[in-house]
């Protein structure tokens, strides 16, 4: 028999990830569902349980329950409601439908929360302040604000990626103009790219032979790293109107740290470096040079089922 164990799952827009996590936080098993194969959330739900009866038939009696985040989740009544990138309409119950399958317990919370619980329940640096921004195809805030999660009335605090930085500026998936997101998520460095080679004429790197559709924020790095004057400029762009975003973050929630997680941060130093530069160039003089920007120590994939997990 195992120990008693949760099972943690991270619904996305293209994968779902489901772990089956000790009480200690280690992930015991774990598996990958492409969330667009299955039409609708009907075939999706059959398809998740039988992934989930899979992984606990081991032992059935130490299941304590089962912790999930999901994009638009309503923290209010705890339903995934009118999720735009999942493809499902109306309001979904997933915790009746799951707790009826199973006999335990379902918490469920937004995705965007996940990394903050795995870092206040898995990490030993115990901070009572602090953010976790994800930069991925869209940008996302987790909030720890006074030691608890700030979920706001609905539950959608923390919309860091449509904060407006830029008047008329470029057009947003949700109708408006300008939103941060628009420039410093995976999509917003490729538009920056796309305009760098537009502005300078003379640029003659390999940019120009690669099909703007196929190029993703990895690629973007080794190009910046292999010295592409075009790639290296939209990282440090990147990390300007990022940093300037999270010093005024600061002045709302003064935290004693700041971690970046998502396919963006792979960049490391080439994106980290500029956002710090001009983080504590736009900081208030309250706050004390302290506050720190670093990579989160939980990848995105492992992360986000283990803070779900910690929901339980
Ligand atoms: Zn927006």
């Known amino acids: 028999m195992l120990n008693k164990y949760v099972i943690g799952i991270d619904v996305g827009g293209t994968h779902t990830r489901i772990g089956q996590i000790s009480a200690s936080g280690e992930v015991l098993k774990n598996q990958m569902l492409k969330t667009a194969d299955y039409g609708n959330a009907t075939t999706f739900l059959e398809h998740l349980i039988g992934v989930i009866k899979t992984m606990i038939s081991d032992d059935t009696e130490g299941f304590l329950g089962i912790g999930m985040g999901a994009p638009s989740v309503n923290e209010q009544n705890q339903t995934i409601t009118y999720a735009a990138n999942l493809n499902w309409d109306g309001s979904l119950d997933i915790i009746q439908v ?3 399958a199973f006999s335990v317990p379902v918490k469920l919370t937004n995705d965007a929360n996940l990394l903050v619980l795995a870092h206040q329940h898995f990490d030993d640096a115990l901070l009572s302040d602090f953010f976790v921004v994800t930069l991925g195809t869209g940008v996302g805030a987790g909030i720890c604000c006074n030691g608890s999660l700030l979920k706001g009335k609905e ?3 923390g919309e860091l990626g449509h904060v407006i930085v830029k008047d008329s500026g470029r ?5 408006r103009k300008g939103c941060l997101e628009t420039y410093v998520s995976a999509t917003g460095m490729i538009r920056t790219v796309t305009s760098l080679i537009a502005e300078f004429n003379s640029y003659k790197g390999s940019l120009l ?5 196929h190029l993703n924020a990895k690629m ?10 075009i790639a290296k400029r939209a990282l440090i762009l990147t990390g300007e109107i990022l940093g300037k975003a999270l010093a005024n973050m600061v002045a709302l929630f003064n935290p004693q740290h700041i971690y970046l997680a998502g396919g963006v941060t792979h960049a490391d130093q080439l994106l980290l470096a500029p956002t710090r530069q001009s983080f504590y160039h736009h900081l208030l003089n309250v706050y004390p040079d302290q506050i720190t920007i670093e990579k989160s120590k939980f990848d995105d994939h492992e992360g ?9």
């Open 209 to 213: 032979d690669l099909p703007m559709s």
């Open 304 to 312: 986000a089922i283990l803070g779900a997990s910690a929901l339980m």
């Open 98 to 100: 799951l707790s009826e």
């Open 171 to 175: 057009s947003c998936s949700c109708g």
């Open 220 to 229: 973007i790095t080794e190009l910046a790293l292999s010295g592409d004057e």
């Open 155 to 157: 539950g959608f605090a």
